[in-house]
Nanobody
Framework: QVQLVESGGGLVQAGGSLRLSCAAS????????MGWFRQAPGKEREFVAG????????NYGASMKGRFTISRDNAKNTVYLQMNSLKPEDTSVYYC??????????????????WGQGTQVTVSS
């Protein structure tokens, strides 16, 4: 059974940085796409970034480009999200997701099969 465990969330001031981690277990991830999504209260789940486990192709949400970087460590089965220049509007619960057999790094939450429990990121102004 695939399990995704996020960590690294917290409280940070505007302009600061955080690095989120997603530890994956219970599967063979060479054919998976890994994604980060976020959801704030009263808002829809939003695509943040994604990476192909096989060739490291990446994709980013429009408002994250240039500020966030997604990466992976195959040996540790872990995906990271480095977030810089954080803004109060980045405040949200961040979720890690795994999509089995995806041919592209999708920005659609419905195409991901497994989800973590989420980690809270709060950016103060």
């Amino acid at each position: 059974q695939v399990q995704l465990v996020e960590s690294g969330g917290g409280l940070v001031q505007a302009g600061g940085s955080l690095r989120l981690s997603c530890a994956a277990s219970g599967g063979t991830f060479s054919s998976y796409v890994m994604g980060w999504f976020r959801q704030a209260p009263g808002k829809e789940r939003e695509f943040v970034a994604g990476i192909s486990w096989s060739d490291s192709t990446t994709n980013y949400g429009a408002s994250m480009k240039g500020r966030f970087t997604i990466s992976r460590d195959n040996a540790k089965n872990t995906v990271y999200l480095q977030m810089n220049s954080l803004k109060p509007e980045d405040t949200s619960v961040y979720y890690c997701a795994a999509g089995r057999g995806l041919l592209v790094v999708s920005n659609l939450a419905g195409q991901y099969d497994y989800w973590g429990q989420g980690t809270q990121v709060t950016v103060s102004s």
